[in-house]
């Protein structure tokens, strides 16, 4: 239902995560991973712009894992029979989650070879 209070549409919004969540063994591994990440830096001390650049590449992972879910679950809901250009939607949004984790490591890395002064 469009124009819901902003209270419903933040209610509305924690409900699909929790629907993720409970759901979506994929999206838990994302939130498990991006928490050991977090912890991981926490302890090498970064500079608060590589902060922002890795707290940025796990929420997008998070939300392109979420993204690819709904487009799933709608998908399944509307044919669920196996369908080639079905299982090509599936593909591609496995894809989209598929770049964003190549990005968000590669932003691991650039984090960790630049700098050299915190590491043990």
Known sequence: MK??????????????????W???????THVVIGSAVIIFFLW??????????????IMLVLA?????SSI??????????FHPSIGK?????AGMVLVMVIAAILIGILAVLSNPHVIP
């Open 3 to 20: 124009n819901q209070e902003l209270v419903k549409r933040i209610i509305n919004a924690l409900n699909g995560i929790q629907h993720a």
């Open 22 to 28: 409970q759901g979506e063994r994929s999206f838990r």
């Open 44 to 57: 090498w001390r970064l500079p608060t712009v590589w902060w922002a650049l890795i707290i940025i590449s």
């Open 64 to 68: 392109a894992e979420l993204v690819n």
């Open 72 to 81: 799933e679950a709608l998908a399944d809901h509307l044919h669920p029979q």
């Open 89 to 93: 939607v599936k593909d591609i949004g």
